[in-house]
């Protein structure tokens, strides 16, 4: 049988009421009485009704950390995430860092709310928060990325197949000079998608005709196409390692007077509602969304799966889209 109010007042020889002002936030109280209350409480396994409501909270609450939420892939899994959580009648917390915001920043409000889960995606998540999840025995999981010297769980696409999937239909188009828009340098995403597109080239004995660094963004990724459509001969086939950025080369393309595909050919990665569009109609890489969120969600509420061990990886198949600017 669980402690009670009662058995606390009685062992600290202190009045019911004066146990309930000790774990009432603000409430008047000595601080001596206080502390010894909270020592006997201790002592005897005491959780007051607050606390008990907490936990049963916290125990039904994911927390997502995200950055680049105005990237649309990232609001499109928050949003199957919530409904995900919401039909099984869990809370989701979210943190949006700021641009260029270290993760460490929020590691300790992430923490305190002592979420069942932690979902990390476009942030990159530090030795020191993953140090951090094991200590407090709460499970984290990378969405959309993979950080292998983290021994961290991790749920993605196939980002390497979708690259040599995107260079297979350029090559079998017949495009001969094919260009690359990369994303950012240091994540996997970028990484794999890369490697991915440049190795399936390479065994045609091709290789990318040129390149430039968009960042995942509309404006770097539009300056970086106007960039490359400006030497002297320019690519006839771009491939974006993600789509806002492959929206930003079919802007600039246009503007420029050229045609997609006829002058240009695009392809992009993630398949973002907007590249559905009649104005854009992306060639691009389904990434199976619903799956790497229940995916995630399973990390997380599988018994057999602890915080402290090295960490499981799940790698999904994302699918070709076709469309027509490619």
Request: glycine share 6%; charged share 20%; aromatic share 4%.
């Amino acid at each position: 049988m669980k402690p009670t109010a009662k058995q606390v007042a009685h062992a600290a020889g202190v009045s019911i009421a004066a146990v309930s002002r000790a774990f009432t936030p603000g409430a008047p109280i000595n601080p001596e009485k206080k502390k010894k209350i909270f020592a006997v409480a201790e002592e005897i396994g005491y959780i007051s009704p607050a606390r008990r409501t907490a936990k049963a909270v916290a125990a039904s609450t994911i927390t997502l950390v995200a950055g680049d939420l105005h990237n649309p892939f990232y609001p499109l899994v928050l949003d199957t995430l919530a409904r995900h959580l919401q039909e099984s009648e869990r809370q989701l917390l979210v943190y949006a860092l700021p641009t260029d915001c270290n993760i460490d920043a929020v590691t300790d409000q992430v923490l305190a709310a002592r979420p069942s889960g932690i979902i990390v995606t476009s942030a990159s998540l530090t030795s020191n928060m993953a140090r951090a999840c094991r200590q407090n025995q709460i499970k984290a999981v990378l969405l959309n990325r993979i950080q292998r010297d983290m021994r961290i769980n991790a749920v993605s696409c196939d980002n390497y197949q979708g690259g040599r999937d995107i260079g297979r239909l350029l090559l079998d188009r017949g495009y001969q000079r094919i260009g690359l828009i990369g994303g950012v340098a240091n994540t996997s995403t970028h990484a794999e998608r890369v490697r991915g597109f440049r190795d399936v080239l390479a065994e045609s004995g091709r290789t990318i005709h040129a390149q430039a660094s968009g960042n995942y963004q509309y404006e770097i990724g539009k300056q970086a196409a106007v960039q490359l459509l400006s030497v002297v001969h320019p690519p006839d086939a771009i491939f974006c390692c993600n789509d806002i950025m492959a929206l930003a080369v079919i802007d600039a393309a246009k503007e420029r007077g050229l045609r997609i595909p006829q002058d240009l050919a695009v392809a992009g990665f993630d398949d973002i509602p907007m590249a559905s569009w009649s104005s854009y109609q992306l060639t691009t890489i389904r990434q199976p969304v619903e799956r790497m969120v229940q995916e995630a969600v399973s990390l997380i509420d599988d018994p057999n799966i602890k915080a402290s061990d090295n960490g499981f990886t799940r790698m999904l198949s994302g699918t070709l889209v076709v469309r027509s600017s490619a």
